[in-house]
C-alpha cells in the first residue's frame, strides 16, 4: 500500500532519493517472480495461519481469541461459495508473500445504499512489508477481478479504516469510489465499491468527509 498523504520522495536528497528509486525497481523487478494462484484446500494449513497472524499485527486492539466468521467458515465462504475466491501470492521458494479474497456479501450494513446486483466483499489483502510498494496488492486485485468477472459478479464492496496508512488511497487506485464514512462499532469506516464493467468514479466529497 502507499503512504498516506506524503511527498512519494519523502522530502530526501537526490542521493537519497535515486537509492530508494533503486530499491523501487528491484521490488517490482522482484514480483516477476511470484506466483498468484487460487487457495484450494492442501494450502490452508499455510494460508489460514498466515492470514489470522497478519490481522493480529494489522488489528492489535482486538481481541485475538474472537476469530471473525470468515476465517471460522474459511472453506465454505471462500473456496466453496459460488462466487468466492481466495488468491495466494508466493516467490520463487514457495513462502507464502500476499492474499486477497472476496466472498458473498452479507448485507450485515443495512444503512448502505446497496441494490441486488451480484455483489461480493473484497477482503483479507495483506502484503508482506517487504513487497510494500512493489505492485505486489495490484497485482493481486487485479487477478480477483478477473474471477470475479468470470463469476459474474457485478459490484466489489470493501470497507477500511483511516487508521490503515494508505488503505483508502490504494482503493481509490482501484477505481473504487467512496459510499459512506460512519462509525461501525466504536471504529471509523470507510464504505466502498465498484461496479464492473463502469468506470471508477470519485465522489468529489470524499476528502471532506474523511476530514470531518
Request: aromatic share 8%; hydrophobic share 35%; proline share 5%.
Amino acid at each position: 500500500m502507499c503512504e498516506q498523504g506524503t511527498d512519494p520522495s519523502g522530502g530526501m536528497d537526490a542521493k537519497n532519493e535515486n537509492s530508494m528509486n533503486k530499491i523501487g525497481m528491484q521490488r517490482t523487478d522482484s514480483i516477476r517472480n511470484i506466483a498468484i494462484s487460487t487457495v484450494t484446500v492442501q494450502d490452508l494449513e499455510t494460508v489460514l495461519p498466515y492470514v489470522i497472524e497478519f490481522r493480529k499485527q494489522l488489528f492489535p486492539m482486538l481481541d485475538p481469541q474472537k476469530i471473525p466468521r470468515d476465517l471460522l467458515d474459511f472453506k465454505q465462504l471462500y473456496l466453496d461459495g459460488q462466487t468466492g475466491t481466495f488468491l495466494q501470492a508466493r516467490d520463487k521458494s514457495g513462502k507464502l508473500v500476499g492474499v486477497i479474497g472476496m466472498l458473498a456479501y452479507d448485507y450485515r450494513f443495512p444503512h448502505l445504499d446497496l441494490d441486488a446486483r451480484t455483489t461480493v466483499e473484497v477482503a483479507r489483502l495483506f502484503v508482506d512489508p517487504d513487497y510494500r510498494r512493489s505492485g505486489l496488492g495490484t497485482a493481486l486485485f487485479r487477478q480477483l477481478t478477473k474471477v470475479a468477472k468470470e463469476k459474474a459478479v457485478e459490484r466489489l464492496y470493501l470497507h477500511t479504516h483511516p487508521f490503515l496508512e494508505g488503505a483508502h488511497e490504494f482503493w481509490l487506485k482501484q477505481g473504487f469510489y467512496l459510499k459512506e464514512c460512519c462509525d461501525e462499532s466504536g471504529f471509523p469506516t470507510i464504505h466502498m465499491e465498484l461496479l464492473l464493467g463502469q468506470p471508477g468514479k470519485l465522489k468529489c466529497s470524499a476528502e471532506l468527509e474523511l476530514s470531518k
